[in-house]
């Protein structure tokens, strides 16, 4: 009996021991997934920075998080000219006034495709057509084929 005993608490003891490496090993897969997902998501930044906004100001004084970057109209048609150019796509245009949100449009309410120019071009022009002062933002689809290690 005691011998059937101490297999079972030896087998146990193994059993627990696989399982604790089995959620080392998963955690540690899991933190290097988010590295690389952090990694991947700077370099779309830094890709916006270099080839999409180089040259236009920033209009983001401080109003909302620094890395979202605010343009003017003009500035803005730059932007999605570049944009187009490059093959990116954009998910939703959100346009502020005086440091307030004022509007936003997202690619699904005109059953769009986010790199389908024809649906940014519409929405840009609608809020263009409304006369105010706005600074446009925007979220990108950038493909990951343009990120270059």
């Known amino acids: 009996m005691r011998k059937a005993v101490s297999i079972t608490i030896f087998s146990l003891l193994i059993i627990s021991c696989v399982n604790k490496e089995k959620k080392q090993s998963e955690n540690e897969i899991k ?9 991947l998501e700077l370099k779309k930044e830094e890709f916006l920075k270099s080839k999409i906004f180089f040259g236009l100001k920033n209009l983001n004084d401080g109003f909302d998080s620094e890395s979202i970057y605010y343009f003017s109209e003009s ?48 929405a840009f022009s609608e809020f263009k057509k409304r006369g105010k002062n706005l600074q ?6 950038i493909p990951n084929e343009l990120i270059v290690e």
């Open 31 to 39: 933190t290097e997934l988010n590295k690389e997902t952090q990694n």
């Open 75 to 122: 500035d803005f048609d730059i932007v999605l000219n570049r944009v187009e150019k490059n093959g990116i796509g954009i998910y939703g245009i959100e346009p502020w006034l005086n440091g307030d949100f004022y509007s936003v449009r997202v690619h699904e309410q005109l059953n769009a495709e986010p790199n389908d120019p024809k649906w940014y071009r519409e």
């Open 136 to 141: 446009y933002s925007a979220t990108y689809e």
